[in-house]
């Protein structure tokens, strides 16, 4: 069974950092690719990064993204973060090859429960 869970979110002040983890089980890294995608209040959800690329040009220069083979974990560095960066941030999983990158969040068949960020003004 396939289970992504994200931890390390948590309240921070403007300027702040966290890094969020993102664990994988039930499948083997080299067959699936793992996004980071994010959702603040009423908007909808937005696609961050994939395993090796940022996509929204809102967090370039702040977030980087990094993995783990051996855990199968990726993580999400975020620095100097902002209010706007407040949101519920997810990693989700697609069969497919690891490296590949998509925004869309309906190409992702399995997703973690979600982990919030808070950023303080």
């Known amino acids: 069974e396939v289970q992504l869970v994200e931890s390390g979110g948590g309240l921070v002040q403007a300027g702040g950092s966290l890094r969020l983890s993102c664990a994988a089980s039930?499948?083997?890294?080299?067959?699936?690719?793992i996004s980071w995608f994010r959702q603040a209040p009423g908007k909808e959800r937005e696609g961050v990064s994939c395993?090796?690329?940022l996509y929204a040009d809102s967090v370039k220069g702040r977030f980087t993204i990094s993995n783990d083979n051996a855990k199968i974990t990726v993580y999400l560095q975020m620095n100097s973060l902002k209010p706007e960066d407040t949101a519920v941030y997810y990693c989700?999983?697609?069969?497919?090859?690891?490296?590949?990158?998509?925004?869309?969040?309906?190409?992702?068949?399995?997703w973690g429960q979600g982990t919030q960020v808070t950023v303080s003004s």
């Open positions: 989700a999983a697609a069969l497919a090859p690891r490296y590949y990158c998509s925004g869309s969040e309906y190409e992702y068949d399995y």
């Open positions: 039930g499948f083997t890294f080299d067959d699936y690719t």
């Open positions: 395993i090796s690329t």
